[in-house]
């Protein structure tokens, strides 16, 4: 029989530690995404020339620096023009500009722009704004699945990321809210309860399957 200390064992311990972190994983994702993210859409929301679109969000953690969003060209390579995004709230404001030829069809963009320090729980409002001959379109949501924000003007949301720098601070700062966001989305959602206690559950019986599997192999 191997020891505790032998190949055997440290597979356990291996088995755990992956169980253990799958579910952290289960809480983490579906307590929150870490920073807000609506990627799913239904349309395309066509932009010609002057069109804006703005979506409003909550950020949750420090130093904002960046958006990125769904955007499609009517299979237009490199199409005329400039896209503007601005970036409002926390008394902040940030203005990135991209031409035209950066943006792909059916393809995630990413406007970066200075970190907005002291940014979690604070609102923002996220403006685009196309200027060019040829239209471009952005990918939306019109059933709005996105609980802290939508589109101003019109019912849904934006296909949209953000993110920040990736420092310690930024990940502590995420990891801190999840128990608090946790409760919030159980409370506005009994349903998402029951789901996540049932992929717990799932998470806890693989774990025991593979100890008592482990356990056979060693007694073999």
């Given at each position: ?10 597979r356990r311990v291996r ?70 995004l601005v970036v409002q ?118 774990l025991g399957g593979s ?10």
């Amino acid at each position: 029989m191997a020891g505790a200390g032998g190949p055997s064992g440290h597979r356990r311990v291996r088995g755990l530690l992956a169980a253990l972190a799958a579910v952290a994983a289960t809480l983490a994702g579906c307590a929150t995404a870490g920073e807000p993210q609506q990627p799913g859409f239904t349309e395309a929301l066509r932009l010609d020339d002057g069109d804006e679109v703005t979506q409003t969000f909550v950020a949750r953690g420090e130093r904002l620096s960046r958006l990125e969003v769904l955007t499609a060209t009517y299979r237009v390579e490199d199409p005329d023009g400039r896209l503007t995004l601005v970036v409002q709230g926390a008394g902040h404001k940030r203005t990135v500009r991209t031409a035209g030829d950066d943006i792909e069809d059916t393809a995630w963009l990413t406007l970066a722009f200075d970190p907005i320090d002291d940014a979690a729980g604070e609102t923002f409002a996220a403006t685009l704004t196309w200027a060019g001959s040829d239209p471009i379109a952005v990918f939306v949501h019109e059933h709005d699945p996105y609980p802290d924000g939508s589109l101003e003007g019109r019912r849904g949301d934006l296909a949209f990321r953000v993110g920040h720098p990736p420092t310690v601070s930024a990940t502590w700062s995420t990891v801190s809210r999840i128990p608090g966001e946790f409760v919030r989305r159980l409370a506005a959602d009994p349903v998402f309860g029951v789901a996540w206690l049932v992929a717990v559950g799932l998470a806890a019986a693989a774990l025991g399957g593979s100890v008592i599997r482990s356990r056979r192999r060693d007694a073999a």
